[in-house]
């Protein structure tokens, strides 16, 4: 029995997942001081989704008619509880800043030009003439990444 247990919330679980990707209907707001009357009023307005709610300003709320100041700061409030907002404060972008790893080119003139290196968690694009050296610098690179940090390296 508790195989069978397992898989019915192992299903269940699934069926969660598949449920909670994509965008969110705004009925699912309802609660916690919004009423199926405000999701009708968010609908009316051409607000579908409760990212559009999250995104939406405070002005562009209050501009629905029968949305209170109040009550548009209570559904942006719980909008952004549902949505990943992506927002950063300097202090969290700053420490994540310092996370990042110069990875030495193993040319000085390289270097300087980059301000150091290839920084890890970015995307850098070579491009170029054929010829020109791309390959050897990737070919490198692979090299020094597996370093140790005092001597240019990621590792």
Do not use: W
Not at 62 to 91: H, R, W, Y
Not at 105 to 124: F, N
């Amino acid at each position: 029995m508790t195989r069978q247990r397992q898989q019915q919330e192992e299903i269940s679980d699934e069926q969660d997942l598949s449920v909670d990707t994509g965008p969110l209907l705004v009925s699912r707001l309802e609660g916690n001081g919004i009423t199926a009357t405000d999701t009708k009023k968010l609908q009316e307005a051409g607000f579908f989704t409760i990212e559009a709610v999250a995104y939406a300003t405070k002005k562009s709320l209050c501009n629905i008619k029968g949305i209170s100041e109040a009550k548009a700061d209570k559904l942006l409030a719980e909008a952004q509880k549902m949505v990943p907002m992506g927002f950063l404060t300097a202090t969290e972008y700053h420490e994540k800043r310092s996370e990042i790893i110069q990875i030495t080119t193993g040319s000085k003139e390289l270097g300087k030009l980059l301000e150091g290196g290839i920084e890890t968690g970015s995307i850098t694009e070579l491009f170029g003439e054929f010829r020109t050296g791309k390959t050897q610098i990737c070919h490198t690179l692979c090299v020094y990444c597996q370093l140790p940090l005092d001597q240019g390296g990621g590792e």
